[in-house]
């Protein structure tokens, strides 16, 4: 199985600062056949289900505010959120969908300072 | 747009089983795969299995290979996944989620259910 692992397990910032999330995978979740990165970001807050942010590591889901990026390849990601509001207070959760099990990240949970 | 309902909360005995639906609706349903994935408490996601519909194929994490049976029905838009030989430890809220197939032939998870709190206590 793939091991995703998030850093930090937890992170607080300041209204307006930016955030930024890691994700690393044990291998490569790029497939060369169509030289994409197999990688999704969630968003989850008290009490409701995960929500879908960013798919292919980079592009975000219909709907989902700019200020939410995605970067990175191979291995190593990154969730970076500009301008944080105060409804960003959440878990997030990286997710690879390279090969099955499809595995999660443990989470990390940001708050605002 | 697909909309997932799952069925209401449930209390079992350990040993026992339980059975969670997981409705779709607005939208096409066997054409997409329809994945499993839990929460204990104050835990993080666990991905269980997934099944695609129009095939009836299943794939299932490990740990979940000897206990759990996802299903589904094309007729109705409804997907199952039951757990048996329940233990504490699967005191969980369990989500479904809809996926779309990708040219590489995986998927990836736009919908989720609202989840089903599943508690197992003596």
């Known amino acids: 199985d793939i091991v995703m692992t998030q850093s930090p397990d937890s992170l607080a910032v300041s209204l307006g600062e930016r955030a930024t999330i890691n994700c690393k995978s044990s291998?490569?979740?790029?497939?060369?056949?169509?030289?994409?990165?197999?990688l999704t970001w969630y968003q989850q807050k008290p009490g409701q289900p995960p929500k879908l942010l960013i798919y292919?590591?980079?592009n975000r889901e219909s709907g989902v505010p700019d200020r939410f990026s995605g970067s990175g390849s191979g291995t190593d990601f990154t969730l970076t959120i500009s301008n944080v509001q105060a409804e960003d207070v959440a878990v997030y959760y990286c997710?690879?969908?390279?090969?099955?099990?499809?595995?999660f990240g443990q989470g990390t949970k940001l708050e605002i300072k | 747009q697909v909309y997932l309902v799952q069925s209401g909360a449930e209390v079992r005995k350990p040993g026992s089983s339980v059975k969670v639906s997981c409705k779709a609706s607005g939208g096409t349903f066997n054409s997409d795969a329809i994945a499993w994935v839990r929460q204990a408490p104050g835990q993080g996601l666990e991905w269980m299995g997934g099944?695609?519909?129009?095939?009836?194929?299943?794939n299932y994490a490990q740990k979940f290979q000897d206990r759990g049976t996802i299903t589904a029905d094309d007729s109705t838009y409804t997907a199952y996944m039951e757990l048996s030989s329940l233990r504490s430890e699967d005191t969980a809220v369990y989500y479904c989620?809809?996926?779309?197939?990708?040219?590489?032939?995986?998927?990836?998870?736009?919908?989720w259910g609202q989840g089903t709190l599943v508690t197992v206590s003596s």
């Open positions: 292919w590591a980079s």
């Open positions: 989620a809809t996926g779309s197939r990708v040219t590489t032939g995986q998927y990836y998870f736009h919908h």
């Open positions: 099944i695609i519909p129009r095939y009836g194929t299943t």
């Open positions: 291998r490569s979740v790029l497939y060369s056949s169509n030289n994409k990165d197999h």
């Open positions: 997710q690879q969908y390279y090969s099955t099990p499809y595995t």
